[in-house]
């Protein structure tokens, strides 16, 4: 079983930066897309950020120039670089990934971590 845990997240005034992280541990055979979602209160979750294996990358337009999504594959890692955060950033963020196990390698399998909550307020 794969598991994913996001750490980074927290209270900062609108203007500050956070960085999230994402780490996949378990029976890993590897990683291809992986992504960052958001969910605020009494809205539907949304894309926020996403990254390829080769490291391309997509991003919602309310946080263009603002988030920067990278990653670490050697280390299994997705991270999320937020600056110049806004009040309607806050929201539950969730880390999710295709990933192929080594007992099922032929066909990823999409994962979601528990999330980390990110208040932007002053």
């Known amino acids: 079983q794969v598991q994913l845990v996001e750490s980074g997240g927290g209270l900062v005034q609108p203007g500050g930066s956070l960085r999230l992280s994402c780490a996949a541990s378990?029976?890993?055979?590897?990683?291809?897309?992986m992504g960052w979602y958001r969910q605020a209160p009494g809205k539907q979750r949304e894309l926020v950020a996403s990254?390829?294996?080769?490291?391309?990358?997509n991003y919602a337009d309310s946080v263009k120039g603002r988030f920067t999504i990278s990653r670490n594959n050697a280390v299994n890692t997705v991270y999320l670089q937020m600056n110049s955060l806004k009040p309607e950033d806050t929201a539950v963020y969730y880390c999710n990934g295709f990933i192929r196990t080594v007992q099922a390698m032929g066909t990823p399998i999409n994962y979601w971590g528990q999330g980390t909550q990110v208040t932007v307020s002053s």
């Open positions: 378990g029976t890993i055979f590897s990683i291809n897309a």
């Open positions: 990254i390829t294996r080769a490291g391309t990358t």
